[in-house]
């Protein structure tokens, strides 16, 4: 039923009910039921003690599997969906090689309405209920995706990407007009159903002084909108931009004398940072986001989550599609586990599954709607099957305790796992999709 939006929509959900609110201590209800109704979840707790106005809506029964918030991913490129997994050797060479390329296709209105479906299909698949985009350059891909998200009802933020240099003159704005195509976006979208525009820079290279000028005015005329970018993800990165930023005392100074970072900023990757780095990050209350499948795809390095939260940074974790080889938030946390553990860091089940959903709320400001299955919430929610390949099923039959049975679900699981993804009450994973091209369509820009 995709174009339903928020309605007349009345449903008990059961299931085993998990979730996180503060701290790493879940919720549970064993024998669950959450009331949904009009998008928001009315009611949630033990199905013994549902009250009586809800017991003749229909009912959805998922026995004994999990529901748990839908997966947040907070940095995701809309364009780079076609790009996941472009052979090669590190970041320059990746965005020169492929992603360059690729993003140019998304000039053209017809092509990006297509691929917005197919990218809200695969969130969806995904069990990603909410994520924050890049799109390209082209204000018509931000606005096509977030027309397909208002249409769904999906709860999206994007922003086109502003560069005005060292890409291809098919990607580049100008500082104007970069200020003012993110002005109109904001003007038609943000609030828009549950979509909002965030200010999207896309990394310190690909800027102009004036750019980041004009950047820093966004920031201050709408601080309630977020910023995305790039920040210390390569070495060779980090040695251009100290040549492009001379005066900077560093890498993440550049964005910050031009006055971007606030606690309303995401900042990709943050692998490579000096102390005073770490401590400006923490000042200024932005937040760090781990990408582990592409950090360690793109073999950028590794994020030390320890000392990041030491110091008193906000962090995130996300799948930065297609620098990042999964869209699936599990297999994420699956990679990040391990790009922790080679450390010595240990991240306990809870603390991954908190992060995935109440944390990433929390990164992107947004915890009084999504990320908790409290009453009152938006019903963006999942279903999970520890059961769900025979592998999982094999190990499953050992699992006596929710923590572990969430491990292995971080571990072994994916999309597969996922057996259902309620967007806004209204059960869509399983229903048609819509973005698949018609037989015979080609949706080459060339
Ligand atoms: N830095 C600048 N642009 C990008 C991008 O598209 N992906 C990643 N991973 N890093 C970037
Ligand atoms: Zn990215």
Known sequence: MVGTVVGTVKRVVRGRLVWFEDDDQPIVYERGALAVEDGQIRWSGDFSALPEIFKDWPHDDHGTRIITPGFIDPH?????????????GSLLEWLNTYTFIEEQRYGEAAFCAVMANRFLDQ??????????????????AASSLLDAAVERNYRLVTGKSMMDRNAPEALLD??????????????????????????????????????????????????DCLLQTHLSENLAE?????????????????????????????????????????????????VAVFCPTS???????????????????RTAIATDIGGGTSWSMLSTLSEGYKVLNV???????????RQATRGNAEAI???????????????????????????????????????EELFVLAILGDDRAVVEVYIAGIPSKTVNQIGKPLAGQSYSAT
């Open 343 to 353: 450390q010595g860091q240990r991240w306990h089940p809870f603390s991954m599954f």
């Open 174 to 223: 100008t500082a104007q007009t970069s200020y003012d195509d993110t002005k109109d976006l904001i003007a038609g979208w943000h609030g828009k159903g549950r979509v909002e525009v965030a200010i999207t820079p896309r990394f310190a290279l690909t800027s102009t002084e004036a750019q980041m000028e004009a950047i820093g005015d966004l920031v201050r005329e709408y601080p």
């Open 295 to 313: 950090n360690l795809f793109l073999g950028s390095g590794l994020f030390d989550m320890q000392r990041l939260t030491d110091a008193g940074v």
């Open 76 to 88: 995701i490129h809309f364009p780079q969906s076609q790009v996941v997994g472009s052979y090669a």
């Open 365 to 403: 400001g947004m915890e009084d709607r999504i990320g908790s299955l409290r009453a009152g919430m938006e019903a963006d929610f999942i279903v999970l099957d520890v059961e769900a390949t025979s592998a999982m099923a094999l190990r499953a039959e050992t699992v006596t305790s929710l923590e």
């Open 123 to 140: 969130l969806i698949q995904h069990g990603t209920t909410t994520c924050v985009a890049f799109a390209s350059v082209h204000k018509v």
């Open 238 to 286: 980090l040695e251009a931009v100290r040549e492009a930023y001379p005066s900077a005392l560093d890498y993440t100074d550049v964005y910050d004398r031009y006055g971007h970072l606030t606690s309303k900023s995401l900042m990709g990757h943050c692998i490579h940072l000096s102390n005073r780095e770490v401590s400006c990050l923490a000042e200024r209350g932005s």
